[in-house]
């Protein structure tokens, strides 16, 4: 498996509270992505970046954002949390943009209550 | 957006018979990637398709791609309790910002 790891790992929060969600990657890529998983839905885009400092939306982006201050780091912040924001989230990565394979870390199961 | 449809959402075989699983684009596509999930677990990269009619294989796993590059398959023979996962295809389009658009995901249980 690629070096990448999700923190936390499981996340149980309140309504309006802030969440950050950090992943880290050793493998020195250029590309790095946040989707979240729900049941019906496959994996849907959130944000990804492109660089350090260089970020951008995806498909469903409302109520997150993101930043990435070094190549290894990329946080997702939830604002202020909402029921629907509960899901499984999984950062990946990928050396190219186009035609790369992406590799995906072990997830971060956040409830909102 | 693009999207991606993917056929079908749940699939019971008595362990040894074949599986399928369908993807379809309402666009032309620059390439597709399949990836298997495992119950629990993270997506894990299987295989990506770039030429139009395309076929590639990996044991008993055969993978497709369409003519048209709109649609693309991934067949497997004489399932084996290890198939057990979700299987996601995703596509990408070059002229679509060349991100990665997920197809719904078919779950593959079998019976043993």
């Known amino acids: 498996d690629a070096g990448i790891t999700q923190s936390p790992r499981h996340k149980v929060t309140e309504t309006g509270t802030p969440v950050t969600l950090r992943c880290h990657q050793t493998?020195?890529?250029?590309?790095m992505y946040w989707y979240r998983q729900d049941p019906g839905h496959g994996l849907r885009l959130i944000h990804y970046s492109y660089g350090v400092k260089d970020t951008d939306k995806g498909e469903v982006s409302d109520g997150y954002s993101v930043s990435r201050s070094k190549t290894e780091d990329f946080l997702l912040t939830l604002e202020s949390a909402t029921s629907s924001q509960t899901s499984v989230y999984f950062c990946a990565i990928s050396g190219r943009l186009a035609g790369g394979e992406q590799y995906f870390g072990p997830g971060t199961r956040l409830t909102v209550t | 957006g693009q999207q991606v449809m993917q056929i079908p959402q749940y699939q019971h075989v008595q362990e040894g018979e074949d599986f399928t699983t369908y993807c379809n684009s309402s666009t032309t596509l620059s390439n597709i990637q399949w990836y298997k999930q495992r119950p629990g677990g993270h997506p894990v990269f299987l295989i990506q398709l770039v030429k139009s009619g395309e076929v590639k294989k990996q044991k008993r796993l055969t993978f497709q791609f369409g003519e048209a590059k709109k649609n693309s398959s991934l067949h497997i023979t004489a399932t084996q309790t290890t198939d057990v996962g979700t299987y996601f295809c995703a596509a990408q389009n070059n002229n679509a910002g060349n991100m990665l658009t997920f197809g719904g995901g078919t779950r593959l249980m079998v019976k043993p």
């Open positions: 493998e020195n890529h250029r590309y």
